[in-house]
């Protein structure tokens, strides 16, 4: 039976976010790599960040085009540096969303594949090549909400 972690607090006390932040819960930004294909998108970041305790992360990103990826190219997003899930398949980890340039909403799963990447619904196609089939334009927002296991 694993012993329970107690933060070095004692029963009754606040378990604070100064001490949770001692042991790597905080949350950090990065630059993702957004590609529409093989082509890397320009745009803003608008979130990027990741979390980190022990080998569990949490990774948000909110990217917004400012050009156009490859024609019904696999859409993609990259990982924080050094924390690729430990088993890169195509299990899903989170959700995957495309908001085309304001006039529909795209829903897919995030899929375990590095970089990261949407399922599209019905065929089991990756978003962006199938289902529908669509490049990436200006003002498009690439929205990635994921949680997985580092080796």
């Known amino acids: 039976m694993a012993t329970q ?6 029963p009754g006390q606040v378990l604070t976010a100064a001490t949770l932040n001692t042991i790597g819960a905080a949350w950090e930004t990065y630059t993702p790599t957004v ?6 998108l320009t745009g803003t970041v608008l979130y990027a960040r990741y979390a980190r305790l022990n080998k569990t ?6 990217f917004q085009s400012s050009g156009a990826g490859a ?9 924080p540096s050094g924390l ?10 989170g959700t995957f969303h495309i908001l085309d340039s304001g006039t529909a ?3 897919g799963s995030a899929s375990a594949t590095n970089p990261i990447q949407g399922l599209a619904y019905g065929g089991g196609n ?16 690439i929205s990635v909400a994921v949680c997985y296991e580092v080796a």
């Open 5 to 10: 972690w107690t933060a070095g607090t004692t």
């Open 126 to 141: 990756y978003m962006g090549t199938a289902t529908p089939a669509m490049t990436i334009a200006a003002n498009d927002v």
């Open 71 to 79: 024609a019904n190219g696999i859409i993609s997003v990259s990982y």
């Open 105 to 107: 909403w795209y829903i």
């Open 84 to 93: 690729t899930p430990s088993n890169t398949d195509v299990r899903t980890i």
């Open 57 to 62: 992360v949490w990774v948000q990103v909110a």
């Open 35 to 40: 590609k529409g294909g093989a082509t890397t």
